[in-house]
C-alpha cells in the first residue's frame, strides 16, 4: 500500500506521466522484492544504506547500465523523500548512497589506413571544391584545431615561411600550431584558385564560392561526406579529426604535455583521456596478434 499511495501522490499531485508512474512502480516492486529476499523481517521502514547498497550492486552484476542504476536509485530517493513527508519512515536511507559514474566513451578516431586513403590525391577531382575539401580536411588532421577555430581563421593568421598558424580558441586564448610541408602546399594551392575562382568579399581563410566566409554546417557536412568514403564510425564530425591528430600524435611518442598545449586544453586530465584510446588500441593489436591473448 505505501507504494501505491507514492503513485498516487505522482500522479494526481505531480502531474507525472503515466508511462513514468509505472516505471517508479517497477523500480520500487524490485526494490522491495530484493530487500524481502535477504530478511523476511525488513521493511520499507526499517531497510538502511547498506541494503540500498546492496541492491545498487546486485543491479551492476545483472549487467545493468550506470544510467540505468542510477535512475532506479533516483526513483528511491523520491520515494523515501516522499515517504519522510508523509510520516511513514523516519529517514532517507538512499540519500547518501552514490549511484555508479556513468562511463564516458572513447574518442573516436580514423586508423592511418582510412587518413592515408582520404587524403590520397587520388581520391580527388581536380575542382575548386574538391581542393577546398580535401584542404579542410588536412587541416584538421594536421593540426587538430576545433571547428570554430578552423572557420574563425584569416589569411593573416597563416605564417607560411615559419609554418605556423595563429588561433583564436576557447575564452578567446591565442596559440600557436606549427603544421609541415604537406599542409604548407595544400593550402598555397588553395589560397591560388581562391584567388582565381572566388571573389574576395571577405579576410577569411575558408571561404563559400561567394566569397563568404564558410559556416559550420557547410564544414560539418564536407567532413561527414568525405569521411563516409573510408570509415564506418558512426560519428563523421570535425572533432573526430581532432581525436585522430591526438591519437596519431601519440601513438608516434609525442609527450602528452606538447599534445595538450597543441589541443588547447586547460587541463592535462583532458588530454589524457587520449591514453585510454591509445591503450585501447595496443589491447586489441596484442588480443590478435598475440597466441596466447
Known sequence: MIIEGFLEYLRHERYFSELTVREYGRDLHDFQSYFKSLDDNLSWENVDSDVVRGWMESMMDHQQTATSVNRRLSALRSFYKYAVMAGLADNNPARSVKGPKKSKPLPQFLKE???????????WEDSFNDLRARTLLLMFYSTGMR?????????????????ELKVTGKRNKQRIIPFGAELRE???????????????????????????????????YVVKKNLSR????????????????????????????????????????TTEVYTHTTSEQLKRVYNSAHPRA
Open 186 to 220: 595544400a593550402l598555397l594551392e588553395y589560397v591560388r584558385r581562391r584567388d582565381m575562382e572566388v571573389p574576395r568579399v571577405s579576410d577569411a581563410l575558408f571561404v563559400t564560392n561567394k566569397g563568404e566566409r564558410i559556416n559550420r554546417n557547410r564544414v560539418g
Open 113 to 123: 589506413t582510412e587518413i592515408d586513403e582520404l587524403l590520397d590525391p587520388q581520391m
Open 147 to 163: 571547428l570554430s577555430e578552423l572557420i574563425g581563421l584569416d589569411d593573416n593568421m597563416v605564417d607560411f615561411e615559419t609554418g
Open 230 to 269: 573510408v570509415t564506418t564510425l558512426k560519428k563523421r564530425s570535425p572533432h573526430v579529426l581532432r581525436h585522430t591528430f591526438a591519437t596519431a600524435m601519440l601513438n608516434h611518442e609525442a609527450g602528452l604535455e606538447s599534445v595538450k598545449k597543441l589541443l588547447g586544453h586547460e587541463s592535462l586530465s
